[in-house]
Nanobody
């Protein structure tokens, strides 16, 4: 049974940084794991996706160069390092996981397991 618990959200001024954490349980190296976000009135979108084992991460164009996804296999934790935050990054952030078939998709509809979410608010 896959379980995900996010933490680390909060409020920050534009240009600041935050680090989100996601504690993972019940997954294997064959899983896709990643971060998604949903702003009010908008669809949930993929932010950063990687594989629990090895593999190159993928990023949404809007966060490339500012956000970094990483994993700590010793503690079973997924991270999202967010730098140069902008007001448009304000959203509820979720970590998610799915068993990988051939590749790791960015569509949220493909993911079966979700955390409860953590709010990120970026002010001007």
């Amino acid at each position: 049974h896959v379980q995900l618990v996010e933490s680390g959200g909060g409020s920050v001024q534009a240009g600041g940084s935050l680090k989100l954490s996601c504690a993972l349980r019940g997954y294997t190296d064959e899983y896709c794991i990643g971060w998604f976000r949903q702003a009010p009135g908008k669809e949930r979108e993929g932010v950063a996706i990687t594989t629990a084992g090895s593999g190159s991460p993928s990023y949404a164009d809007s966060v490339k160069g500012r956000f970094t996804i990483s994993t700590d296999n010793a503690t079973n934790t997924l991270y999202l390092h967010m730098n140069s935050l902008k007001p448009e990054d304000t959203a509820m952030y979720y970590c998610a996981a799915k068993y990988r078939l051939f590749f790791c998709p960015s569509r949220q509809q493909e993911y079966k397991h979700w955390g409860q979410g953590t709010q990120v608010t970026v002010s001007t």
